[in-house]
């Protein structure tokens, strides 16, 4: 069974840059893309960033593109979301999800992960 844990959760200033992490464990082939989603205070939960795991196919929001980047320590079987640039819009629950209802292709939609961690919360102030 697949868990997923997140960490690196903190409060920042507006253009500070934090490092989230989600470690990972029990991969299947049912699982194969591993991706970030948003919530932010009063809103739905949004896809922001994805990986299909061991390659290099990532898929962004536009929301993010340019400010965050999504990798993989696959020996560590972990992933990361590098937030640079960040903006009081971008408070908010970071969850790391997996699953792999398309192959080869890791849409930004929360119907296409079956797992997912418990989040790490992030505070951005102006």
């Known amino acids: 069974q697949v868990q997923l844990v997140e960490s690196g959760g903190d409060s920042v200033q507006a253009g500070g840059s934090l490092r989230l992490s989600c470690a990972a464990s029990?991969?299947?082939?049912?699982?194969?893309?591993l991706a970030w989603f948003h919530q932010g205070p009063g809103k739905e939960r949004e896809g922001i960033a994805a990986?299909?795991?061991?390659?290099?196919?990532?898929n962004y929001a536009d929301s993010v593109k340019g400010r965050f980047t999504i990798s993989q320590d696959t020996a560590n079987n972990t992933v990361y979301l590098q937030m640079n640039s960040l903006k009081p819009e971008d408070a908010g629950l970071y969850s790391c999800?997996?699953?792999?209802?398309?192959?080869?292709?890791?849409?930004?939609?929360?119907?296409?992960?079956?797992?997912w961690g418990r989040g790490t919360p992030v505070t951005v102030s102006s």
């Open positions: 029990g991969y299947t082939d049912s699982t194969k893309c």
């Open positions: 990986i299909y795991s061991g390659s290099r196919r990532l």
């Open positions: 999800a997996a699953g792999g209802l398309f192959p080869g292709y890791c849409p930004l939609v929360p119907y296409a992960y079956s797992v």
